[in-house]
């Protein structure tokens, strides 16, 4: 457990990764909770109504549901929603009947995720270029292009890793924070008045009290709490106590006396409402703040582009993805990836949001769906956790869970309400993400099931073999199979062509499990099943990048160590053919799972296997 000036550290690294999403909200959830179009008039009564609304926004959902309880039901300190999942299935909510439901129901929050990832850096970025307008309308033309260019360079510069410049991110974050704090408390000295909306009656009057409106508006109060999902997402990488370190201590002050600030300045001075955020800042702070504010939401993009990857890199290890190019972009952090696949396609989705809303207004209307919808699914399977892994009391978990969930629908809701406005983009994101995870997650159980049924089992084969041996060859040979007790094509095909048998032969199978990580003296089980020949399971976390040639370097067998170079790895290519006579409205699915197949990063490269010792034999299956 890291001392006090360790945790302090910690907690100014994430003030940079975790809280750059929400901490760049000011720049538009004010403003769009404002919103003249709502048709609410922006009296006293009503800014305090939406200023409280937005404060106590911040602490049910932020502070009490993520920093109090969500933060508690990691995965082996590990969170984010694809840890979240793992962990509901190894507590055993997934089984039986609702087995099927609650996985739907993970991987909906894992699409939406890759929604809330395109807007975030669209509407973040967009907001902060927007200030240059308060300046002057000259500006005005040139903010999208503007817009655009910083978020091409932004994903231009991915490959090179952030290592460089991560270490600028919390400082920066900090002076946001402090410069968010300054702005807020000079606007509120200036209509203390504001200082009333700490009473939850006004933010009560303000949901209920004008109707229709009351349920619209929502939708912009919600906001204020975007990027909360990525206190859960980062607890890995900071601990709980840093993160809770940095909301009290730094983010949620700065936050909330920004947000009063806006509300003191828009009682003074109404018409502010065009962009209460720049407006609130003294005249010479106009372009530093502007300045600042860029990087702000530069650092935010960043942190969830990175979430991307390592959401992208725990399907793929979980089998809900095919396998993908990914780069290590740090030698000393395992956690800084780079995928070239998921950078340029989110890339090319953030440019079609900021071209085609072309506004941070336009983009409000999209953004609230995305977020919501992944925070419902958290705090639905967070039940399951609390009241399967860590054993809490029914009424506990009912309770607790409950209650957010009852928030967390009802701002949902009000999202959904702007579907038409632009709420259908993260929602088509997410529809086309979740129809390839489970059409990946599908084809693979299918593929399965034929090799099964097309080879013989492992053991009895052997036996058989060797009853009649082929003649032996010097050397060990490495056969990858999908299964434990499967025959691999490869051995099959092997013998057909060449009727030899190496001296020794491992058939190793990779397993990744429900687990963040797997401790090396867990990480092999070596069985012999047959004269100098084993079966193997190699297993990893989700987190981490199998390796096979240091699972043989780990590997035993008969005593007598692995020599690299006299190893011979065959793999099993299949090409995947859709059934002729398949039916017409899943015909589209073989195809696409047979596309990514295709187009799937080589098993040579994702395992780490010499390339010079690999011998690839094909054969064609009907899908």
């Given at each position: 457990?890291?001392?006090?000036?360790?945790?302090g550290l910690l907690a100014l690294l994430a003030l940079g990764v975790v809280y750059g999403d929400i901490g760049t909200s000011p720049l538009?959830?004010?403003?769009?909770?404002?919103?003249?179009?709502?048709?609410?008039?922006?009296?006293?009564?009503?800014?305090l109504g939406g200023v409280s609304a937005i404060f106590w926004s911040l602490m049910l959902i932020v502070s009490l549901k993520y920093v109090?309880?969500?933060?508690?039901?990691?995965?082996?300190?590990?969170?984010?929603?694809?840890?979240?999942?793992?962990?509901?299935?190894?507590?055993?909510?997934?089984?039986?009947?609702?087995?099927?439901?609650?996985?739907?129901?993970?991987?909906?929050?894992?699409?939406?995720?890759?929604?809330?990832?395109?807007?975030?850096?669209?509407?973040?970025?967009?907001?902060?270029?927007?200030?240059?307008?308060?300046?002057?309308?000259?500006?005005?033309?040139?903010?999208?292009?503007?817009?655009?260019?910083?978020?091409?360079?932004?994903?231009?510069?991915?490959?090179?890793?952030?290592?460089?410049?991560?270490?600028?991110?919390?400082?920066?974050?900090?002076?946001?924070f402090v410069s968010l704090a300054a702005v807020g408390a000079w606007n509120i000295a200036k209509a203390p008045a504001v200082m009333a909306?700490?009473?939850?009656?006004?933010?009560?009057?303000?949901?209920?009290?004008?109707?229709?409106?009351?349920?619209?508006?929502?939708?912009?109060?919600?906001?204020?709490?975007?990027?909360?999902?990525?206190?859960?997402?980062?607890?890995?990488?900071?601990?709980?106590?840093?993160?809770?370190?940095?909301?009290?201590?730094?983010?949620?002050?700065?936050?909330?006396?920004?947000?009063?600030?806006?509300?003191?300045?828009?009682?003074?001075?109404?018409?502010?409402?065009?962009?209460?955020?720049?407006?609130?800042?003294?005249?010479?702070?106009?372009?530093?703040?502007?300045?600042?504010?860029?990087?702000?939401?530069?650092?935010?993009?960043?942190?969830?582009?990175?979430?991307?990857?390592?959401?992208?890199?725990?399907?793929?290890?979980?089998?809900?993805?095919?396998?993908?190019?990914?780069?290590?972009?740090?030698?000393?952090?395992?956690?800084?990836?780079?995928?070239?696949?998921?950078?340029?396609?989110?890339?090319?989705?953030?440019?079609?949001?900021?071209?085609?809303?072309?506004?941070?207004?336009?983009?409000?209307?999209?953004?609230?769906?995305?977020?919501?919808?992944?925070?419902?699914?958290?705090?639905?399977?967070?039940?399951?956790?609390?009241?399967?892994?860590?054993?809490?009391?029914?009424?506990?978990?009912?309770?607790?869970?409950?209650?957010?969930?009852?928030?967390?629908?009802?701002?949902?809701?009000?999202?959904?309400?702007?579907?038409?406005?632009?709420?259908?983009?993260?929602?088509?994101?997410?529809?086309?993400?979740?129809?390839?995870?489970?059409?990946?997650?599908?084809?693979?159980?299918?593929?399965?099931?034929?090799?099964?049924?097309?080879?013989?089992?492992?053991?009895?084969?052997?036996?058989?073999?060797?009853?009649?041996?082929?003649?032996?060859?010097?050397?060990?040979?490495?056969?990858?199979?999908?299964?434990?007790?499967?025959?691999?094509?490869?051995?099959?095909?092997?013998?057909?062509?060449?009727?030899?048998?190496?001296?020794?032969?491992?058939?190793?199978?990779?397993?990744?499990?429900?687990?963040?990580?797997?401790?090396?003296?867990?990480?092999?089980?070596?069985?012999?099943?047959?004269?100098?020949?084993?079966?193997?399971?190699?297993?990893?976390?989700?987190?981490?990048?199998?390796?096979?040639?240091?699972?043989?370097?780990?590997?035993?067998?008969?005593?007598?160590?692995?020599?690299?170079?006299?190893?011979?790895?065959?793999?099993?290519?299949?090409?995947?053919?859709?059934?002729?006579?398949?039916?017409?409205?899943?015909?589209?699915?073989?195809?696409?799972?047979?596309?990514?197949?295709?187009?799937?990063?080589?098993?040579?490269?994702?395992?780490?296997?010499?390339?010079?010792?690999?011998?690839?034999?094909?054969?064609?299956?009907?899908?």
């Amino acid at each position: 457990m890291p001392g006090k000036r360790g945790t302090g550290l910690l907690a100014l690294l994430a003030l940079g990764v975790v809280y750059g999403d929400i901490g760049t909200s000011p720049l538009y959830a004010a403003k769009e909770t404002f919103n003249p179009e709502h048709g609410i008039p922006l009296s006293q009564a009503n800014i305090l109504g939406g200023v409280s609304a937005i404060f106590w926004s911040l602490m049910l959902i932020v502070s009490l549901k993520y920093v109090v309880l969500v933060l508690r039901a990691t995965n082996r300190g590990e969170g984010g929603i694809m840890a979240l999942l793992s962990l509901v299935i190894s507590g055993g909510a997934c089984r039986g009947r609702r087995s099927a439901g609650l996985l739907l129901i993970g991987l909906v929050g894992a699409a939406l995720f890759y929604g809330d990832a395109v807007l975030t850096p669209a509407i973040s970025v967009l907001s902060a270029i927007e200030g240059l307008e308060v300046g002057t309308p000259v500006f005005k033309p040139y903010v999208v292009p503007i817009a655009a260019g910083v978020l091409i360079a932004l994903f231009a510069i991915q490959r090179l890793g952030t290592g460089a410049v991560g270490l600028l991110f919390g400082p920066v974050c900090a002076l946001w924070f402090v410069s968010l704090a300054a702005v807020g408390a000079w606007n509120i000295a200036k209509a203390p008045a504001v200082m009333a909306a700490f009473n939850p009656v006004h933010a009560l009057e303000f949901a209920l009290g004008h109707g229709a409106a009351s349920f619209t508006v929502l939708g912009s109060v919600l906001l204020a709490v975007t990027g909360a999902e990525a206190l859960y997402a980062d607890v890995g990488h900071f601990g709980a106590r840093a993160i809770r370190l940095a909301w009290f201590a730094v983010a949620a002050p700065g936050l909330v006396l920004n947000y009063f600030g806006q509300g003191a300045l828009l009682i003074a001075h109404p018409s502010a409402i065009a962009n209460p955020f720049y407006l609130a800042c003294p005249g010479w702070a106009l372009y530093p703040m502007v300045g600042l504010a860029t990087a702000a939401t530069v650092i935010a993009s960043q942190a969830t582009i990175s979430g991307a990857y390592s959401l992208t890199r725990q399907a793929i290890q979980l089998g809900y993805l095919p396998r993908m190019t990914i780069v290590h972009t740090s030698a000393r952090t395992i956690g800084q990836i780079y995928i070239p696949t998921v950078n340029w396609i989110v890339l090319v989705a953030v440019l079609v949001a900021v071209l085609g809303f072309g506004s941070s207004s336009g983009l409000a209307s999209a953004y609230g769906v995305a977020v919501m919808g992944t925070m419902v699914v958290t705090t639905f399977l967070t039940f399951f956790v609390l009241r399967d892994q860590f054993h809490y009391p029914l009424w506990l978990c009912v309770t607790a869970t409950g209650f957010f969930l009852t928030i967390d629908t009802v701002f949902f809701a009000a999202a959904a309400h702007k579907i038409f406005e632009g709420g259908w983009f993260p929602l088509a994101i997410a529809i086309v993400v979740l129809a390839i995870m489970l059409t990946w997650r599908r084809g693979r159980e299918r593929l399965r099931i034929r090799l099964r049924e097309g080879s013989p089992p492992l053991r009895e084969f052997l036996r058989a073999l060797l009853l009649h041996p082929p003649q032996r060859i010097p050397g060990t040979a490495v056969f990858l199979t999908g299964g434990t007790d499967v025959t691999p094509n490869a051995l099959l095909h092997s013998l057909k062509h060449y009727k030899v048998l190496h001296e020794r032969n491992v058939f190793l199978t990779v397993q990744v499990t429900e687990f963040p990580s797997i401790p090396v003296e867990g990480r092999l089980e070596s069985e012999r099943i047959a004269e100098n020949c084993w079966r193997v399971t190699a297993r990893y976390g989700f987190m981490e990048q199998p390796d096979v040639t240091d699972a043989l370097e780990l590997w035993s067998g008969d005593g007598t160590p692995v020599e690299p170079a006299e190893v011979s790895y065959f793999l099993s290519r299949e090409k995947l053919v859709p059934h002729a006579r398949g039916r017409r409205r899943k015909r589209w699915r073989d195809r696409l799972f047979a596309a990514m197949a295709r187009n799937a990063a080589s098993v040579t490269y994702f395992f780490n296997i010499p390339a010079n010792r690999v011998v690839e034999l094909g054969t064609r299956i009907e899908i």
